[in-house]
């Protein structure tokens, strides 16, 4: 008999459940493809038992399963280590929120209530908590091709950790060092990217303005409160305040005002960030040195949301101890729901490791018929028509300067459009980003996009020292080869770098197909890909692509094998060109 296996994940934000039969991840999605609010919720001491019920169920409708036939669901958080680990710090706390005793109580109360919710909607089976970290270190072990591998998990905070070290062998994590609140990475990001007038998710906001700047003029502020040691780091909570909205501490420390708002970005802040991304890489490779001391393993694996940063990812694989590396495509607190479920299967039912993720594995979410897909189309006032040949209808309207939306197969699960549910457009125009940040995505027009490039030819474009599978997920910023810079401005950042996406036939064919035809009208074998939304989160159904792509600049959308035309574009320039989101760059 089949055991099936739901992972759950709220307590914080990036709300997904993940479903899993025996070995095989059935589903994963993140509750906000289909509530469309970003990051599925905030994270408060009064809502971590908001359940993301509409994952839940498409979850189980691709399983063809009930909720009465699930035999476990593993939760991503452990409340009661909470509540034991998070009122011992004299810091400056406001009443009612974390840190102090009627948040943290509202907080374990809410979270101990969600088993009796869920029985309430029929489930009869286990219900087990799952250590935050264990979860995640469960989502970048259990997926990965290593046997034995020293696994990182790296984020804001769990129930109090920040940080924690494991070996794994055989299918089990052993935990071999912790570091705890206040010494987070994670939340240092969320600190600097509030005090430059961002909210506490903008941190990859921060890391393309760190481009832009020079480290060597704050690098010595940050080392007044940020130390790193030789088995880890620790932070000044007198200096970070992380649980305050006080920023004197910093005003006074960097000599520069917390901002309201982001359009007030200068070059200071710009060298702000680049410091940070600067101490960021520094404590990630010592911290990397320190593991493989601990651990004599030549693998390593990385989860927790600071693994989104390729950056650091990528120094700490090309300067650092290990020979191979894996990073969970959903590193942040999506992936706990994957990680807790796979945690339960690997503990409860079976010794030895499952089969590991192959690089097409990402795409775990909900894919659509073309019944449904006609059907969607019939309520919209668009023309369309079915392509004879879709990769090279589709390479030769980018190739003469179009924004394609592309809808395929299964969503992605994680925060990066990888091929399914992404806008395309050629890397070769200069003009692309500032038509794609200003028209389309409405968003800051410093932001860099990525390539999407051939696996066969990444190395003709870009200098990669060390095969990384993890470059399949967009987790690795790699240089782009001086003799290729000037073919595809669109997508070198400032800094002579791509966080590239490797595509390869069996990871995406479709996708690959799409590329190849644009090669071989070009001579580029890449695309400019970035997430299919609008200041949303990325689209997941027909009905959301198509209402992206009515109420934007994108040129066509392609849903399947479906050309889709509006009946009336509007032309490039337009009033949107002038009152968009703009944040300098001098």
């Keep these: 008999m089949s055991i099936n296996i739901l992972g759950l994940n709220c307590a914080y934000h990036e709300s997904s459940v993940a479903l899993i039969r025996d070995n095989k991840v059935i589903a994963a999605i993140e509750e906000e493809r289909l509530n469309r609010v970003k990051h599925a919720k905030p994270a408060l001491t009064g809502n971590p038992n908001e359940i993301p019920l509409q994952a839940m169920n498409l979850c189980l409708e691709m399983g063809n399963l009930l909720l009465s036939d699930i035999d476990i669901i593993a939760f991503s958080f452990n409340p009661l280590k909470r509540l034991h680990n998070n009122l011992k710090l004299d810091e400056q706390v406001q009443e009612g929120e974390w840190g102090t005793a009627a948040g943290e109580q509202k907080f374990y109360k809410k979270l101990v209530g969600i088993p009796e919710q869920i029985r309430a909607l029929g489930f009869n089976g286990q219900f087990m908590w799952v250590d935050h970290c264990v979860a995640h270190a469960a989502s970048a072990y259990y997926p990965s091709p290593f046997t034995d591998a020293t696994v990182i998990s790296i984020d804001g905070i769990g129930e109090y ?232 209808e589709v390479a030769a309207l980018i190739a003469s300067g179009k924004v394609v939306g592309w809808f395929q197969g299964r969503m992605e699960f994680g925060p990066r459009a990888l091929g399914n549910r992404s806008l395309l457009a050629d890397p070769r125009d200069p003009e692309m980003v500032k038509r794609m940040n200003l028209l389309v995505k409405h968003r800051e027009d410093h932001r860099p996009f990525c390539p999407s490039v051939l696996k066969e030819d990444a190395k003709a474009w870009f200098d990669i020292q060390k095969d990384a599978d993890s470059a399949h997920y967009m987790l690795m910023a790699y240089p782009v080869n001086k003799e290729q810079r000037a073919r595809i401005p669109a997508v070198v950042h400032v800094d002579g770098t791509s966080r590239i996406q490797l595509v390869s036939k069996t990871t995406n064919a479709k996708y690959h197909a799409l590329i190849s035809a644009f090669k071989k009208l070009t001579g580029v074998p890449l695309l400019l890909n970035t997430s299919f939304n609008d200041r949303e989160p990325i689209v997941c159904s027909p009905e959301d692509a198509l209402k992206t792509f009515l109420r934007t600049k994108i040129d066509f959308l392609v849903i399947d094998n479906f050309i889709v035309r509006k009946k009336n574009p509007a032309p490039v320039q337009s009033k949107s060109m002038e009152t968009a989101d703009v944040m300098p760059v001098s």
């Design 161 to 392: 950790e920040s940080v924690t070290i494991s070996a794994a062998r055989e299918g089990k994590l052993f935990s071999m060092k912790e570091i705890s609140y206040p010494n987070s990475l994670g939340l240092l990001w969320e600190k600097v990217a509030q005090f430059m007038g961002m909210s506490e998710y903008d941190a990859c906001k921060v890391m393309s303005l760190a481009s832009f700047g020079n480290s060597e003029r704050f690098i010595g502020h940050f080392q007044r409160f940020v130390e790193i040691k030789p088995d880890g780091f620790t932070m000044d909570i007198d200096v970070c305040r992380f649980r305050s909205n006080d920023f004197s501490t910093f005003e006074t420390l960097f000599g520069l005002p917390a901002l309201q708002d982001r359009s007030a970005i200068t070059s200071d802040y710009m060298d702000l960030a680049a410091a940070l991304q600067q101490i960021t890489t520094d404590i990630l490779l010592a911290l990397t040195h320190y593991a493989a001391q601990i651990n004599p393993s030549t693998n390593l694996c990385l989860a927790g949301g600071v693994a989104l940063n390729c950056v650091a990812n990528t120094a700490i694989f090309e300067q650092g101890p290990f020979e191979n590396i894996y990073i969970q495509p959903a590193a942040n607190d999506a992936g706990t729901a994957l990680g807790a479920a796979l945690h339960a299967y690997h503990n409860i039912f079976y010794g030895e490791k499952c089969a590991s993720f192959e690089a097409n594995d990402t795409y775990l979410g909900p894919e659509y018929s073309e019944s449904e897909i006609l059907a969607t189309l019939g309520l919209f006032d668009v023309v369309y028509e079915r392509a004879d040949n879709i990769a090279d």
